[in-house]
C-alpha cells in the first residue's frame, strides 16, 4: 500500500517509494530506497515536500499522524515526474512551453546516465531504479509535445553524446510508438530500452569510443561488442526486463540480416529492436560528434530512407510521421524565394509551421515572421530543405528555439 506523507514526517526505516513535487531538482538519482537518516536530512533540505511511501516494503506513519493527502497515492503516476509548477502528463503544451522543460529534463537524465555509467566503470551492478522515474518524465514530455525533447536532444555538443544520445533515443522511442498506437506499458518500455540500449559503452575503450576520427579494423570489432556487453551488464546488474535486455542486445540488427551482433533478418528482429535500431541511427547522424557535424533532420531523413536493407520500412515511415518531413529546426526553402526554419508541425506533414528569416533574392535577412503553411490563406509552400552548412548558418538553433 502507497501513502504520500509529508517530508518531515519520513523516519528511518521507512521505504521511500517516489518523491513529490520537482523531482528533477531533488539531490537523488535515486528515487526508491529505505530512508536512513542521512537521506531524511538530505530530503528534508532539498525543497522535496511530500514523499510516497510503501508500507509493504517498510514502516508506516505513527498512528496519530494522518497523511496530508489520502487520495494523492492514486494520482501519483501523474505527479511525481512533473514539476509543481509545470503542466502535468495529460496536458498539450506549446513548444516553447515544453523546451524549458525538456532543457531541465534533459540535464538530469544526463546526471543520472552519467552515474549509472560510472558504476559499470567502477565494477559494480548497475542500479537501474533511477531510469523509472526518468522515463516516466520523457513519456510525459513527449505527450504533452512530441517535439521539444527531441528537437532539444539533437542539440548536444560532442562532449555530451554519449549520454544524452541516451534520453534522445528514450524520446525518440516513446515518440514512434505513440506514433505507431502502440498501449502506454509499451510506450514506456520502448523509452526505458531507449535509455538503457548502449550501456555496454560503458566498457568500451574511451580513446575508442571518442575516437575524433574514422576506427580502425581493430576499433571498430571493439565497438561492435557493445550490445554484448550491454546486454551481459543488464542481465549481472538483476535487471529482467526482457524489452530492455532485447534492445540492447538487437539495436545493432538490419532487417537485411547485415547488421550485428547475430545478422538477424526481417521479423527474426523484434519489434522494438527494429524500432530502436531506427531511432538510434537518426540521433546518431542528427549530432555534433568528435569528428563530424551532424547532418539536418530533414536531409538524415532522406538518407535513411534511402538505405534499403537497413531499417523496417513500416516502422522508418512512422518515424518520419512522428517526427515530420521537415523536422522542428530544418532549414527550407520557399516557393517565394526566402528562407525560413521550422518552428512547429501541423498535421499537414509538409505544411509545417516556419519562421521565414531571409530573401534569397536580396541575399539579405528579412524581418523574422511566423508562417503556418498549412493555413490556406497562405499561399506559399516548401521546396526543398537546405543544408545550413552552404548557407553559412552555423547557430540556426537561435533561429527557433525559445
Ligand atoms: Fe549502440
Ligand atoms: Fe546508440
Redesign the pocket.
Known amino acids: 500500500m502507497l501513502r504520500t506523507i509529508r517530508t518531515d514526517q519520513l523516519r528511518p526505516g521507512m521505504h521511500v517509494q517516489r518523491l513529490c513535487g520537482s523531482w528533477l531538482d531533488h539531490p537523488f538519482w535515486r528515487t526508491s530506497f529505505v530512508a536512513t537518516s542521512d537521506d531524511i536530512a538530505r530530503l528534508q533540505g532539498s525543497g522535496v515536500d511530500e514523499v510516497v511511501i510503501d508500507l509493504a516494503l517498510g514502516l508506516d506513519v505513527e498512528a496519530e499522524i494522518p497523511p496530508v493527502s489520502p487520495d494523492a497515492a492514486d494520482t501519483i503516476e501523474v505527479t511525481s515526474a512533473s514539476e509543481t509548477d509545470a503542466p502535468t502528463a495529460g496536458m498539450v503544451t506549446s513548444f516553447e512551453a515544453e523546451v524549458r522543460q525538456a532543457r531541465h529534463l534533459l540535464e538530469t537524465g544526463r546526471r543520472v546516465v552519467e552515474a549509472m555509467f560510472g558504476e559499470i566503470r567502477l565494477g559494480r551492478a548497475v542500479d537501474t531504479s533511477a531510469a523509472v522515474p526518468l522515463v516516466d518524465a520523457v513519456c510525459d514530455s513527449v505527450l504533452r509535445n512530441p517535439h521539444a525533447l527531441v528537437s532539444v536532444a539533437r542539440l548536444k555538443t560532442a562532449d555530451d553524446y554519449t549520454y544524452l544520445h541516451s534520453m534522445a533515443v528514450a524520446a525518440l522511442m516513446a515518440g514512434l510508438a505513440r506514433q505507431m498506437g502502440l498501449p502506454e506499458d509499451e510506450v514506456h518500455a520502448a523509452a526505458k530500452g531507449g535509455l538503457l ?2 550501456m ?2 560503458a566498457v568500451s575503450p574511451p580513446d575508442v569510443l571518442n575516437k575524433p576520427g574514422s576506427l580502425t579494423d581493430a576499433e571498430y570489432h571493439t565497438m561492435r561488442r ?2 554484448e556487453d ?1 546486454h551481459r551488464l543488464l542481465v549481472d546488474s538483476g535487471v529482467d526486463d526482457a524489452t530492455a535486455l532485447d534492445i540492447a542486445l538487437h ?2 540488427e538490419r532487417v537485411d540480416g547485415t547488421g550485428y551482433p547475430h545478422r538477424l533478418s526481417g521479423e527474426g528482429i523484434s519489434r522494438m529492436a527494429r524500432m530502436a535500431a531506427v531511432c ?1 541511427v537518426y540521433d ?1 547522424i542528427t549530432s555534433d560528434r568528435s569528428y563530424k557535424r551532424g547532418w539536418c533532420p530533414a536531409q538524415s531523413l532522406r538518407r535513411m530512407a534511402s538505405w534499403h536493407g537497413h531499417f523496417d520500412s513500416a516502422i522508418f515511415q512512422a518515424f518520419v510521421k512522428s517526427l515530420g518531413i521537415y523536422p522542428v529546426g530544418t532549414l527550407v526553402r520557399l516557393e517565394s524565394q526566402q528562407l525560413a526554419v521550422v518552428i512547429e508541425q501541423s498535421p499537414a506533414l509538409l505544411k509545417p509551421k516556419i519562421r521565414i528569416f531571409h530573401c534569397i533574392r536580396r541575399q539579405s535577412r528579412v524581418l523574422m515572421r511566423d508562417v503556418d503553411l498549412s493555413d490556406a490563406a497562405c499561399g506559399d509552400r516548401i521546396v526543398q530543405a537546405e543544408s545550413p552548412d552552404d548557407w553559412g548558418l552555423r547557430d540556426l538553433e537561435k533561429l527557433w528555439l525559445p
Request: net charge negative.
Open positions: 540500449h548502449d555496454g559503452k557493445h550490445p550491454g539495436h545493432h538510434d546518431a
